[in-house]
């Protein structure tokens, strides 16, 4: 349920290459254009990962810069 955007996406874009490349081969032949939607996939992937190791870096920076507080208030 959470991969429906890339699904959709994919599924709509497989179809719409399909249709064009049987047209011009004239025959069902398996080609790249099945690897739309596992690209697809790969790239909600990745976009997902940069939002979370954006997320951590920031957390950390955060927690960085409570302990630097923490320590100049101590002094």
């Known amino acids: ?4 955007i890339a699904l959709t996406a994919g599924s709509v874009a497989t179809g719409i290459v399909l ?12 080609g790249g254009e099945w690897t739309i939607i596992p690209v697809l996939f790969l790239v909600e992937y990745f976009i997902r990962e940069g939002k979370r190791r954006k997320t951590l870096a920031r957390i950390r920076r955060n927690q960085k810069e409570l302990r630097e507080k923490r320590l100049q208030s101590g002094r």
Do not use: D, N
Not at 1 to 4: F, L, R, T, V, Y
Not at 19 to 30: C, D, S
């Open 1 to 4: 349920m959470k991969h429906w």
């Open 19 to 30: 249709r064009f490349t049987y047209a011009t081969r004239g025959q069902f032949v398996l």
